[in-house]
């Protein structure tokens, strides 16, 4: 994903983690040398969003409403996600 981002922000998207864990989401970018603002939730953005399971990524376009959501993480993500990022840049 790291790769992306530069991409991603240019189009006028911002990518955000939500997490539970400080020090292991803290390790987590570290260890892949991400460049990512974590945020941290006590419970209250996870119940906001319906988290059931994750990671889950939401995707919320400039007026506040989610667009798209998604269970799960594999490599074939970064395609629909560019094509989501294309979209909601429009």
Do not use: H
């Amino acid at each position: 994903m790291q790769p992306k981002l530069p991409q991603w922000r240019a189009q006028g998207a911002e990518v955000l983690l939500v997490c539970q864990e400080e020090e292991r989401v803290s390790q987590f970018l570290r260890q892949r040398n991400l460049d990512i603002t974590a945020l941290l939730d006590t419970g209250e953005a996870g119940r906001a969003y319906s988290v059931m399971a994750i990671p889950k990524t939401i995707w919320v376009d400039k007026e506040g409403k989610i667009r798209d959501e998604s269970v799960g993480w594999r490599p074939e993500k970064l395609v629909e996600f560019d094509n989501l990022v294309a979209n909601l840049s429009r």
